[in-house]
C-alpha cells in the first residue's frame, strides 16, 4: 500500500542552524500539508501546497519557514533559523485530487533544537 | 474560525469495555468533514473514522462508531469491546468541504486513553 515517508526520523540541531525536513508524499497525490505537534500539545497546521504554490499558511509559518518541491517527488520544509520553539513533531500529508480524499500522513520528523 | 475541543484529557478503561470520548466543535459552515484520529506511543497519525456533516447517518468502522449530532455540533467516537491496542492519543478533527480545493484539518487537543488489561 502507498504511503508518505518522511526523513529523518529523528533531527537533532543547534539554535539558529537550519534545517530541512523531507517527505515523499504518495506518487499521485496533487495537495501537500505540513503539521507540527508540539509535545504533549495538539497538532497544528502550518502550510498547504499545491500546483507549486502555498495555497494556505498559518500564522505559525512565518519568513523562518518555507516549502519546496523541488524534483516532482520531494516536499520538503525548511527552516531558516530554528528556535528552541521549533522542536517538535513534524509531520507531512498528501492527498489525491477531487472534492474529498482523505489526507494520509506520514510517520512524522522528531525535530529536537538545542 | 472552527475550534475543536475535546473535554476529556485521560480517560481508561478496562480490556472488553466500552468507552465514549466526547468532541464538540464550532463551525458557521454547513458542510464539512469530521474525524476521528488515533495516534499511538509511535506517534503515528491514524484514521480511525470520518463522518460528513450532510450525512445523517452516523459512521462506523468495525468496533468504531461515531454519535454525531449536528444540531448540538457533537461527534462523540464509541470504541466498543475495547483492546490493549487501542491505547493511544484520540484526536477529534474539522475540516471544511471546498470541492477540488485543499484544505487544513483542525484538530482537538487529544485525549489520551489507556485500556486496562
Known amino acids: 500500500e502507498p504511503e508518505v515517508t518522511q526523513t529523518p526520523s529523528h533531527q537533532v540541531t543547534q539554535m539558529g542552524q537550519e534545517v530541512i525536513l523531507r517527505c515523499v508524499p504518495i506518487s499521485n497525490h496533487l495537495y501537500f500539508y505540513w503539521y507540527r505537534q508540539i509535545l504533549g500539545q495538539k497538532v497544528e497546521f502550518l502550510v498547504s501546497f499545491y500546483n507549486n504554490e502555498i495555497s494556505e499558511k498559518s500564522e505559525i509559518f512565518d519568513d523562518q519557514f518555507s516549502v519546496e518541491r523541488p524534483d516532482g517527488s520531494n516536499f520538503t520544509l525548511k527552516i531558516r533559523s530554528t528556535k528552541l520553539e521549533d522542536s517538535a513533531m513534524y509531520f507531512c500529508a498528501s492527498r489525491a485530487g477531487g472534492s474529498y480524499n482523505e489526507q494520509f500522513f506520514g510517520p512524522g520528523t522528531r525535530l529536537t533544537v538545542l | 474560525a472552527q475550534t475543536v475541543t475535546q473535554s476529556q484529557p485521560e480517560m481508561s478503561v478496562q480490556e472488553a469495555e466500552t468507552v465514549t470520548l466526547s468532541c464538540t466543535y464550532d463551525t458557521s459552515e454547513n458542510n464539512y468533514y469530521l474525524f476521528w484520529y488515533k495516534q499511538p506511543p509511535s506517534r503515528q497519525m491514524i484514521l480511525v473514522i470520518r463522518q460528513e456533516a450532510y450525512k445523517q447517518q452516523n459512521a462506523t468502522e468495525n468496533r468504531f462508531s461515531v454519535n454525531f449530532q449536528k444540531a448540538a455540533k457533537s461527534f462523540s467516537l464509541k470504541i466498543s469491546d475495547s483492546q490493549l491496542g487501542d491505547t493511544a492519543m484520540y484526536f477529534c478533527?474539522?475540516?471544511?468541504?471546498?470541492?477540488?480545493?485543499?484544505?487544513?484539518?483542525?484538530f482537538g487537543k487529544g485525549t489520551r486513553l489507556h485500556i486496562l488489561p
Open positions: 478533527a474539522f475540516m471544511k468541504l471546498y470541492y477540488n480545493r485543499d484544505d487544513k484539518i483542525i
